[in-house]
């Protein structure tokens, strides 16, 4: 490789596409295990630090995990103004439970995520990650499935926020990506509440997910705005996508003034790393091919008719009949 010593003896290959392959250089393999729900890697990137994969995919790494934890967290707090309830979806590295937490309104934070062993892992060696927010006291936590959760536990929040894997085929996070599963979530959103879910790759070229996404989110939501980050690990621009029945400002200098205001007031013992009033604007502007695509997109992720824990999903468009629309597959 020229211009560049390789140190590592180790590689992971991670798809990007079927023809893309990031090589993660490993310096240190802490763990590597199949659960109950997916594959389960935690190693030193050199790089990036410690790292923890699923299913051969980089969740997150000390490196730049701000890059993707502040966003996720922080946008949804700020829009809301004064979160006290949180729920987060997935998250059991601790990272979002740990920005939350930095808020001094939020009172509570009920993480609930299907592996327990990832939580018992990331609590055991990502220590730099959550930094004892998953033994906060205000910090519940609840191995078991999130749709299970959000359509029998009565609860309602100022904000949730789904920190999950994918909807990879085969993958646990498959169903939770659809408009039933939005509508269940909707209901446990207090009045004026956020939703913040991660949204897959912004590259049209590797995917269309984030647009099908954002589409499905807007048949159940009235604000819907999506937003991106880039988290150099990651190897392409991370989509997220923020929705809410309240209306949704995040252009503007008088919103910068805002944000920076809020986060003054109420983010006093612990300090930001990316975020500001500047960078919160500039996350939401994407751009020009894939806000036309995502104004475009027709195809509304739902379940299988009769369904409530797909194998596949079914993209409906309107004006047509349902066609099975098969998740993004994951090259091995």
């Known amino acids: 490789m020229p211009g560049a010593e390789v140190k590592a003896d180790l590689w992971f290959s991670e798809y990007i596409t079927p023809f893309d392959v990031y090589q993660h250089g490993v310096r240190k393999l802490y763990v590597a295990e199949t659960t109950a729900y997916q594959d389960l890697a935690i190693v030193d990137l050199g790089t990036y630090g410690k790292a923890m994969f699923l299913d051969g995919k980089l969740q997150c790494a000390i490196g730049d995990e701000a890059l993707y934890?502040?966003?996720l967290c922080h946008v949804p707090c700020l829009l809301h103004g004064s979160p006290q309830r949180v729920l987060v979806l997935g998250g059991g590295d601790?990272?979002?439970a740990r920005e939350?937490?930095?808020w001094d309104t939020v009172e509570r934070v009920d993480i609930v995520d299907i592996d327990d062993r990832v939580i018992q892992t990331c609590r055991e060696h990502l220590q730099e990650i959550h930094r004892g927010a998953l033994d906060d006291r205000r910090v519940r936590i609840h191995a078991t499935d999130a749709w299970g959760y959000v359509q029998s536990n009565g609860e309602q929040y100022d904000i949730i926020l789904s920190d999950l894997t994918d909807p990879l085929e085969h993958g646990p996070s498959l169903a939770l990506f659809t408009r039933e599963f939005f509508l269940a979530v909707?209901?446990?959103l207090r009045h004026g509440g956020v939703f913040v879910t991660q949204a897959g790759p912004t590259s049209l070229v590797e995917s269309p997910m984030h647009p099908r996404i954002v589409r499905t989110l807007r048949a159940v939501f009235s604000s819907v705005q999506a937003f991106q980050a880039f988290i150099p690990s990651y190897g392409s621009p991370q989509g997220f996508a923020v929705a809410s029945d309240r209306s949704l400002r995040v252009r503007g200098d008088a919103v910068v003034e805002h944000v920076?205001?809020?986060?003054a007031e109420h983010i006093r013992g612990a300090r930001l790393v990316?975020?500001?009033?500047?960078m919160f604007t500039g996350l939401f502007?994407?751009?020009k091919d894939l806000r036309e695509q995502i104004d475009r997109e027709q195809v509304i992720y739902s379940l299988k008719k009769g369904g409530t824990a797909p194998d596949t999903l079914i993209g409906t468009k309107d004006g047509d009949a349902d066609a099975t629309i098969a998740p993004e597959r994951r090259p091995i």
């Open 274 to 278: 990316k975020l500001d009033g500047i």
């Open 285 to 287: 502007c994407l751009p």
């Open 100 to 102: 939350l937490l930095k």
């Open 260 to 263: 920076d205001r809020l986060i």
């Open 94 to 96: 601790g990272g979002a």
């Open 69 to 71: 934890h502040e966003p």
């Open 186 to 188: 909707k209901m446990r």
